[in-house]
């Protein structure tokens, strides 16, 4: 089984950055989507943004479209999820997850948005943004 490792999280004021990472217990050159899901007590789980490996498509919710970006670090086979401009809607247990497949236009792939798509998951990083 593939694991994910989560960390970053924490507490912020409203208008602050927060940087969480996601590393693969297992590299690989084969092609795969990580995707960054978020659920908040009470709420469905829902994608906040993903990104394919095959072509370097993005996609990001309207909720979080420019103020958060994905990033690697192809050293470290790592993935980043860069947060900044922090609402307190944002607060949420932060989730990294992975699938595998050669996916492009990651941004028009309505499968890519559905957490029940994606076999392996981080453990969950807690976010939390005061006003």
């Known amino acids: 089984e593939v694991k994910l490792v989560e960390s970053g999280g924490g507490s912020v004021q409203a208008g602050g950055s927060l940087r969480l990472s996601c590393t693969p217990s297992?590299?690989?050159?084969?092609?795969?989507?990580l995707g960054w899901f978020r659920q908040a007590p009470g709420k469905e789980r829902e994608l906040v943004a993903c990104?394919?490996?095959?072509?370097?498509?993005?996609y990001y919710s309207d909720s979080v479209q420019g103020r958060f970006s994905i990033s690697s670090d192809n050293t470290k086979n790592t993935e980043y999820l860069e947060m900044k401009s922090l609402k307190p809607d944002d607060t949420a247990v932060y989730y990294c997850a992975m699938k595998s497949g050669f996916f492009f236009g990651i941004e028009f792939n309505s499968d890519a948005r559905r957490p029940e798509t994606y076999p392996y998951w981080g453990q969950g990083t807690q976010v939390t943004v005061s006003s």
């Open positions: 297992e590299f690989s050159y084969d092609g795969r989507v």
């Open positions: 990104k394919s490996n095959t072509d370097e498509s993005t």
